[in-house]
């Protein structure tokens, strides 16, 4: 028979998002119960965000090393993964241990259960034994889980995805990556620079489909150029494992290699949420909400599940929103006009807003430009780049941009506030831009700008 306990508000999955609502309504004052199967803090730190940007930094010293020859002497690089592997353990993880993050949760004055939350009616959840009936509501941030696609064969192999590759004490001599997006990008570029013989394979007929052309172009060619075989618009018949090695069939060829990642996007786990009592379809790909993140009453989603993007800062974004309607202020509600979204590879691939093929989708008389090399700085540093962007014309306003470049992700900071804040095109061309930097490019790409 299970207990009953009535509370303020049940928070269901703690990824950044819900970790955020429940520490921080219970600062307000409510009495919060959140609810984690896992581990406190969600994907980012555990398994995502941040041991692969550890990864990545790792393998930026490498390639800064291998820039030495040529550029300032000599040095030889000899990579090493142990210290990657432990920094992952030691500093981001806890060896995938969640009690400090716990602790900090009940100092905040939140109740903790371990368990899997399901609804199981309006304002009612249930963990194991007891059902917590709330009597605001309940918030929903259970995040979403690697795609495995329905390839022949594949399931049955002993493939990884991202959380596998986080844990890794030993790298494989060779690997194949099936999946071109942000994921598979970062996590191939890292491990190859430590020695890997990477080979990704997009069924898209480009990386990064999502962003722009150009930025798709650019960091194939730096992809390339740095060994990795890059295999666009493939097709696959099946992949098959024995002998310890993968063989992927593309039809007319076959690519082999020793481990095989999967990177092919997220998707919700809403079949064990109990969306069905609450009337809510579980086999939707994503919760609508309105811009309070609220699902219907009683109900709030925040992160991956919403389907606006699927980033920490979203999800941290998101949380206050729901924070401020649950604690009854006055907003500001949710705007998605300037979502900044960043690829940590090298060249890095920062944009915000909308591409220019989405700004025409939608009607708007685009105008874009592009200032290609970074400027006077990307000529000192010796590194490739450019910035474009997306103006609309009527309004004489940024509704999108992107960088590419080394630290694209910091340049393209004052485009964000660009986009943001409708910072009009003609005050972006007379303002000051220290010289020589690389967001200096900035002034050259909105002068090229044709507004007339
Ligand atoms: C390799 C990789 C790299 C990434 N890099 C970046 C990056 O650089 N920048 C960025 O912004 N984003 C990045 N992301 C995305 C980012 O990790 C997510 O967008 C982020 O974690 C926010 O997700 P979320 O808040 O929706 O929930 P999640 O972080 O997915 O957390 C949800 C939590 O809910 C728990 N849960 C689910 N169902 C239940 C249930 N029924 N009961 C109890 N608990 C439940 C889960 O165990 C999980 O801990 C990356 C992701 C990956 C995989």
């Given amino acids: 028979m299970s207990a009953s306990t009535e509370v303020d508000v049940v928070v269901i999955g703690l990824g950044p998002g819900g970790e955020y609502v429940a520490t921080n309504l219970a600062k307000g004052g409510l009495d919060v119960v959140a609810v984690e199967s896992r581990l406190v803090g969600g994907e980012c730190p555990y398994y995502g965000c941040v041991p692969s940007k550890m990864m990545l930094s790792a393998a930026a010293s490498l390639d800064e090393g291998r820039r030495v020859r040529g550029r300032a002497g000599t040095a030889e690089v000899h990579p090493d993964w142990t210290p990657v592997a432990d920094r992952i353990r030691d500093e981001a993880t806890d060896d995938w241990d969640d009690t400090v993050a716990v602790k900090r949760l009940e100092d905040a004055g ?152 999967v990177a092919t996007g997220r998707k919700p786990k809403f079949a064990e949420l109990g969306l069905d009592t609450v009337g809510l379809d579980p086999e939707a790909r994503s919760l609508e909400t309105d811009e309070r993140m609220r699902v219907k009453d009683g109900l709030w989603a925040i992160g991956d599940v919403t389907g606006k993007g699927a980033f920490t800062h979203m999800s941290m974004y998101q949380a206050a929103v729901a924070v401020r309607d649950l604690l009854d202020e006055d907003g500001p509600w949710a705007d998605y006009r300037a979502v900044p979204r960043v690829t940590f590879t090298h060249p890095e691939v920062a944009s915000v807003g909308l591409s220019e093929a989405q700004a025409k989708e939608q009607g708007i008389d685009v105008r874009t430009a592009v200032d290609e090399g970074l400027g006077t700085r990307g000529w000192i540093v010796q590194q490739d780049g450019f910035i474009k962007v997306v103006a609309d014309r009527e309004r004489g306003v940024l509704v999108g941009a992107t960088v590419v470049g080394p630290s694209a992700g910091e340049i393209f900071s004052m485009l964000v506030t660009a986009v943001h804040a409708e910072v009009p095109v003609a005050t972006l061309r007379t303002m000051h831009y220290a010289y020589p930097t690389m967001h200096r490019a900035v002034e050259s790409a909105v002068n090229g700008l044709d507004l007339a």
Avoid: C, M
Wanted: proline share 7%; hydrophobic share 45%; aromatic share 4%.
């Fill in 110 to 261: 939140v109740t903790f259960a371990r368990g899997a939350g399901r609804l199981v009616g309006d304002r009612q959840v249930e963990v194991g034994d007891t059902t917590y009936v709330a009597r605001r509501g309940v918030v929903l941030n259970p995040g979403t889980d690697p795609v495995v696609p329905p390839i022949e064969g594949l399931a049955d192999t002993p493939y990884w995805t991202n959380r596998d590759v986080v844990q890794l004490r030993e790298l494989p001599g060779s690997l194949l990556v099936i999946g071109g997006g942000a994921i598979g990008v970062e996590l191939s570029q890292a491990l190859h620079a430590f020695g890997v013989d990477v080979t990704i394979l997009e069924l898209a007929p480009r990386l990064l489909p999502p962003e722009e052309p150009e930025s798709a172009a650019a960091l194939e060619k730096a992809l390339t150029a740095a060994g990795i075989r890059v295999l666009t618009g493939v097709s696959i018949e099946s992949v098959a494992y024995a002998d310890g090695g993968f063989t992927i069939d593309l039809g007319d060829v076959s690519v082999t290699g020793d481990k095989l990642l």
